[in-house]
């Protein structure tokens, strides 16, 4: 079911109701063989330090080289985000000092972002049955930067080890408007910006090694400060904000939100106030904690990065990409509700999902389509969201979980019965014709052996074939007690029988 | 605009340099003298003249991505003062 409202999200403190408002950075690793500004490649789990140029050590002298896949990237991400790419964009140094950082300053975008504003269409499907719905994030902008390298504190007690394998990367941070505004539409917004790289191409979405990773800005407010800043864009009528970060779950995602709004629910309630500051999430407490308070806040001092001149774009360049855009997930999803004939939120449920789309599109192929859609969206994905596994977690494969489909189609067993073999597929990980085979469920289809369980059913009860001959004199087309013959026929065959088959020697020997 | 002892003692925290506190009335003065100096360049009116990135007219240069560099940990390791494994090692840095 879809629905048109957004369900407000309210928590109850001891002062009174309080609503949440969040906005996400997400950096997402751009998908490129090299790196941003050297020629170093961006392989994972190399061995350390060896990904590495001069450039990305930062030798005295070094010159960055920008990578034109990876600016090719940022537009064409810009581009599916429905946003304005600016022509002019250019490059500053954000300077901190930290041992994996050894320039002494991030190459990032600042003043002119490549990207600026665009929007996004997030799906919500909440828990427990309410509807899903859907709701627009405005983007603020998104930028190209570099990432660190990566610092190892527990090899040693008192030293801390440093990989520049990632130092130099090509990032691309995709900052939100404050426009999300419960945990759940946090982590909806991730996974469809996820599916949305997918479809691109721009980012591989791999979440388990880093390379899509959300820092959630997270504050509370009264019912109706929010509707007072949308009017006015004073930031005043929101409370004070934390920012969560590094976060590579969606899970994590929704469990930090949930925990820093009651955090500061809390802070508030008792008199005391939310500084302004960045947090951790540590997963194993499920709590956020300070990581640098205000004090020792960075003072970045962005200047322009007088290594790199401004990247100016050709508008035929921009135009190129554009037309070369693969379908994004929003018109996936209009393509099956008019290919497949999916309602729009069958269609919504598979397609807010790139590796769920993919699965379906699998399972679909060469088969009827609604089984597949049931099979998906029903009791594969009923079964996933009640063990809280993502499609990506799945027992079943798509080829399996087809293979199980053609034994429907091809009536070797019964739509019910394949529901117990989908059950003991994740089980025991056989096959579904392993299973029928084993087990001794195949359909019976002999109609020889049909009437004969007919034939004795009959014989021991002559009581209701003499009710359907009345039934059937009266002027019943569809005597009632057939029905009761049926369900003795399949119950006498341990549900194996084929119902069609039944139904049809019923009918001829009952003379109907 | 003026820069005051604090300022002197937060940029030199920033930028890691160890100021002590007898060279920090030396070096405000010296900073003053320089932010004094950029000042008369505010005098000039720039209204309408784009900022220059560079004497000759010139494009960012742009590379193809394919891999060209990597491959040398132990030139890149060469100039640490200790490593191991692979890997730089530096004193405990937990933020």
Redo the contacts between chains.
Sequence with gaps: MLTETRPSYRLTGSTGDWEVVMGLEVHAQIASKAKLFSGASTAYGAEPNSNVSLVDAAMPGMLPVINRACVEEAVRTGLGLKAKINLYSRFDRKNYFYPDLPQGYQISQFAHPIVGEGELLVDVEPAHGEPSYQFPVGIERLHLEQDAGKSIHDMSDDETYVDLNRSGVALMEIVSRPDIRSPLEAAAYVKKLRAILIALGSCDGDMEKGNLRADVNVSVCRPGAYEKFKATGDFSHLGTRCEIKNMNSFRFIQQAAEYEALRQIELLETGQQVDQETRLFDPNTGRTRTMRSKEDAHDYRYFPDPDLLPLRLDPDFVEKIRASLPELPDEKRIRYMHEYGLSAYDAGVLTADADRAAYFEEVARGRDTRLAVNWVNQELFGYLNKQSLEITDTPISAAALGGLIDLITDQTISGKIAKDVMLKMIDTGKSASDIVEAEGLKQVTDTGAIETLVNEIMAANPKQVAQVQAQKEAGHAKPKALGWFVGQVMKNSGGKANPQAVNEILKEKLDL | MSVSKADVK?VAR?A?IAVDEANLEHLTGELNGIMGWIEQLNEVDIDGVEPM??VVE????????????????D???ANAP?S????????????
Aim: net charge neutral.
């Design positions: 937060k920033l890691r990135t560079s010139a494009q960012l240069k742009m590379r193809e991505d394919i891999v060209t560099d990597g491959h040398k940990a030139e890149i390791l200790k191991d494994d692979g890997f730089f090692v530096v004193p405990k840095a937990v933020e």
